[in-house]
């Protein structure tokens, strides 16, 4: 998933909080500066009295706008210091999957809090997402594995896709065919005018820097300020770099693990090779020898992922010292396997809004050629290709295909990238850039998905941007935070880049 990050916690959380319908319970009085919004009835939100809940309706289909309607929840927090109100800050998160209203709910967390005082913050779930109609597939306790070995596996698991496709049709109604993300981007206008903004700002992360930059495409003059923090390309269209560049970044991240595995005290490798541990394990997984203490087989694809995962996050420091315990234990005594989680929207968003073909098996065998070549000790970089395979089958056409980014008029648009980032790849980050005039790119040297709140210099930069649309000089860096291995301290206000100061 690409929203573990700011919004980590709310994978958490949405269990935890069961949607269901608002409670009627008296509006609390508006304030002076806030727009009436008389589009949306707001009330206070069940699990939140002080932020508001409520829906927008929107067509299924937006090619036929008098056509049936669903319900979008939206939330809205609103700004501490309503005379000093900036205007409305819409929160698009990560997956696809995330929830914008939990992300409403929980902003107090996840945002910094002079943006609270200044703006009402927005979010809402997206089509096919949580309390907006989600999209409903049928449980598979096993379905065929995404690493096919021959062209009857790749037949079993495109034919599986097409039917599971089919049952979550059935499941979920109409909208199951009309999540794309141009579709949601209309309904977040759709939003706008009903709170009676103007213009708005918004923040996306991950996946949901993907909405923001279509509806920057779609509706330039309605951007106040827009920050897309850890990118999706939309412009990508070859199969084959989409997937080395996520295996790329994988292979060289691991590679600053093992350089910090040998001189830290802190992991179990310390005087080994971890390069040549990874290689050992996967040596034995590909022979069927690797077991997990149950006797189970631990496959080279489990094994891949699960080094992935550890290099995934902002926190993965400490994620890196239990994965050197975990390979080391693994040499001998192995611990169980981590289980997938994905959300039922995650492959329907996805597919609707990318085409990857492939051609047949031979095409998929020599794509992961091509990934081991470009990440020889870890592979592949299991979320990238399994988006790749997971769409074969499921979708007879993606109906928001990618394309050059058209994105015009609008004021300077901020964008910022980790330069080890094993969900949205840095390079991806920089092509964005290219195609959007007056764009800025800030880079943060280290490692870690989604920047804002991960590391001071980013989040400095992007309150600024937010509060006074004044973007950092182009090409500015941000150095990384230092790794666990030393003493040296955290960076502080004092030492912040001179633009920043």
């Known amino acids: 998933m690409r929203w573990i990050g700011l919004v980590s916690l709310l994978s958490l959380v949405s269990v935890l909080l069961l949607p269901g319908p608002v409670s009627a319970v008296e509006m609390r009085p508006w304030t002076a500066a806030s727009p009436a919004g008389k589009g949306i009835d707001w009330e206070p939100c069940p699990e939140d009295p ?79 997402i949580g309390r907006s109609h989600p999209v409903l597939c049928p449980a598979d306790s096993d379905p065929p594995s995404e690493f096919p070995q021959d062209a009857k596996a790749y037949q079993r698991l495109v034919q599986y896709h097409r039917s599971h496709a089919q049952e979550c049709r059935r499941l979920t109604g109409p909208v199951f065919d009309h999540v794309d993300t141009l579709s949601v981007a209309r309904d977040a206008d759709t939003i706008r005018q009903a709170l009676g903004e103007r213009q708005i700002s918004l923040y996306g992360e991950s996946y949901g820097t993907l909405l923001g930059q279509q509806y920057a495409e779609e509706y330039p003059g309605r951007v106040r300020a827009l920050v897309l923090d850890s990118n999706m390309d939309h412009s990508i269209t070859d199969v084959r770099q989409y997937l080395v560049a996520g295996s790329d970044v994988v292979e060289e991240t691991y590679r600053q693990f093992a350089a910090w595995c040998s001189k830290s005290p802190r992991c179990a490798l310390r005087g080994q090779d971890a390069l040549k541990v990874l290689d050992g394990l996967l040596a034995r997984a590909d022979r069927g020898e690797l077991k997990d203490p149950a006797g189970s087989t631990i496959t080279p694809d489990a094994l891949v992922e699960t080094v992935r995962r550890a290099m995934y996050g902002p926190n993965s420091f400490t994620g890196w010292a239990s994965l050197g315990t975990y390979l080391t234990r693994l040499q001998g005594r192995t611990p169980a396997r981590v289980p997938d ?52 089958g499921f979708l007879t056409r993606a109906r928001n295909p990618q394309h050059r980014y058209r994105i015009k008029g609008t004021p300077p648009i901020l964008l910022t990238n ?72 955290a960076m502080s206000d004092n030492n912040f880049p001179r633009w920043l100061r």
């Not at 065998?365 to 988006?387: E, G, I, K, Q, Y």
């Not at 080890?420 to 920089?430: E, G």
């Open 50 to 128: 002080w932020v508001e809940c409520g829906t927008v309706s929107v067509p299924v289909d937006w090619a036929r706008p008098a056509g049936a309607k669903i319900d979008i929840a939206v939330a809205r927090r609103p700004a501490l210091a309503p005379r000093e109100r900036i205007g409305s800050l819409f929160v698009l998160p990560g997956g696809p999957g995330g929830s914008g209203v939990d992300f409403s709910l929980f902003a107090g967390d996840l945002l910094e809090p002079e943006i609270l005082r200044r703006f009402d913050v927005i979010g809402f779930d997206a089509r096919g």
């Open 418 to 489: 980790s330069r080890y980032d094993v969900a949205t790849p840095y390079s991806r980050a920089t092509h964005v850039a290219r195609q959007i005039p007056g764009a800025v790119l800030l880079t943060y040297d280290g490692i870690g998905h989604v920047n804002y709140i991960s590391n001071a210099c980013s989040t400095a930069a992007i309150n600024r941007y937010l509060l006074t649309l004044r973007t950092p000089p182009p090409g500015t860096h941000c150095p990384a935070e230092p790794l666990p291995a030393t003493d040296t301290p």
């Open 341 to 392: 989680w994905y959300p039922d929207a995650y492959q329907a968003i996805l597919c609707s809004d990318f085409s990857f073909p492939v051609r047949d098996f031979e095409h998929l065998n020599s794509l992961m050629a091509a990934s081991r070549r470009a990440a020889p000790h870890t592979r592949v970089n299991a979320l990238t290709w399994t988006d790749i395979t997971g769409c074969q």
